[in-house]
């Protein structure tokens, strides 16, 4: 079946460094690749997401590229701020049958002033 | 605008009692899910449902039922909760074409 495997947190970093959140996939056919935030307390919600090969998603600062040989989406931001700070999960959907999605274990961002 | 919309957003039950965590959305989709998330586990499958009148099992099913006798609504029902129960339940929906949309979440709690 399905999954999706991101790096395990806590990262922490301080404010300005250079993040990169790893994820791989498993998945046959052509899913659409997503990165989600959760803010504590809140639910998840979409942060970028990429629907086809070597398609870049992008939002807030950060960016992924589906990347269909390595199976890989890994987020990068070039400069974190406090308010970053937040668990972030790595997710795929499949483009057929009951498109449910397969989230990664989410990765905790810590940023320090 | 109102997206996914859950109700109680926490609660406490003793052991043995039954409950219907309550999710809604405005969106016309027809794909909804409910997840549960423990901490440092992820997201886990409960129960989905691809349109109106249709359910199926996800990956942790026992100890819960749905329905879904509209678009709009998935409730999840508790039965004879147990202490291994105690998470945080996220409904979700989604169109073929969109990302999946979530609830604020229940934090649901039994002693």
């Known amino acids: 079946g399905d999954s999706v495997t991101q790096m395990e947190g806590p990262v922490t970093l301080s404010e300005e460094a250079f993040l990169t959140i790893n994820c791989t996939y498993t998945?046959?056919?052509?899913?659409?690749l997503f990165w989600y935030v959760q803010y504590p307390g809140e639910g998840l919600q979409l942060l970028l997401k990429?629907?086809?090969?070597?398609d870049k998603g992008s939002n807030k600062g950060f960016e992924a590229t589906y990347r269909k040989e390595t199976t890989s989406f890994h987020l990068e931001k070039g400069s974190v701020q406090v308010s970053d700070s937040a668990v972030y999960f790595c997710?795929?959907?499949?483009?057929?049958?009951?498109?449910?999605?397969?989230f990664g274990r989410g990765t905790s961002l810590i940023v320090h002033p | 605008n109102a997206g996914v919309t859950q109700t109680p957003k926490f609660r406490i039950l003793k052991i043995g009692q039954s409950m219907t965590l309550q999710c809604t959305q405005d969106m016309n989709h027809n794909y909804m899910y409910w997840y549960r998330q423990d901490p440092g586990m992820g997201l886990k499958l409960i129960y989905y449902s691809v349109g109106a009148g249709i359910t199926d099992k996800g990956e942790v099913p026992n100890g819960y039922n749905v329905s879904r006798s509209t678009t709009e609504d998935f409730p999840l029902r508790l039965e004879l909760a147990a202490p291994s129960q105690t998470s945080v339940y996220f409904c979700?929906?989604?169109?073929?074409?969109?990302?999946?949309?979530f609830g604020q979440g229940t934090r649901l709690t039994v002693v």
């Open positions: 998945a046959t056919g052509y899913p659409s």
């Open positions: 990429a629907t086809k090969a070597d």
């Open positions: 997710a795929l959907r499949p483009t057929g049958g009951s498109y449910i999605p397969t």
């Open positions: 979700a929906s989604l169109t073929a074409n969109t990302e999946a949309f």
